[in-house]
């Protein structure tokens, strides 16, 4: 059975940091495109980040770029999303997501974790 659990969300002011983990069990992690997307009340769940192991790529929506960063460790099965220069507008549920394909398509993406809040004030 996968499983895919986050933690590390939580409170920040704008300009802050977080860091967000994703542990996955269940499954061959190294074969998985891992991404992260969040969803903010009253609105689609959207791309924030993926990370492909097998050749080491990484893609991130426009939105994050240059604030946030993917990475994974392939011994601990964890994807880890380090978030930077927070905004107000990155309040969210944010949630880890595991694809044989990957993209920036939340329907390429088998595995979902239940999520984790992050809440950051203005």
């Known amino acids: 059975q996968v499983r895919l659990v986050e933690s590390g969300g939580g409170l920040a002011q704008a300009g802050g940091s977080l860091r967000l983990s994703c542990a996955a069990s269940?499954?061959?992690?190294?074969?998985?495109?891992m991404g992260w997307f969040r969803q903010a009340p009253g609105k689609e769940r959207e791309f924030v980040a993926a990370s492909r192991w097998s050749d080491n790529s990484t893609y991130y929506a426009d939105s994050v770029k240059g604030r946030f960063t993917i990475s994974t460790d392939n011994a601990k099965k964890s994807v880890y999303l380090q978030m930077n220069s927070l905004k107000f507008e990155d309040t969210a549920v944010y949630h880890c997501a595991a694809g044989g394909s990957g993209g920036t398509d939340r329907g390429q993406y088998a595995y979902w974790g239940q999520g984790t809040q992050v809440t950051v004030s203005s």
């Open positions: 269940g499954l061959t992690f190294s074969r998985y495109v």
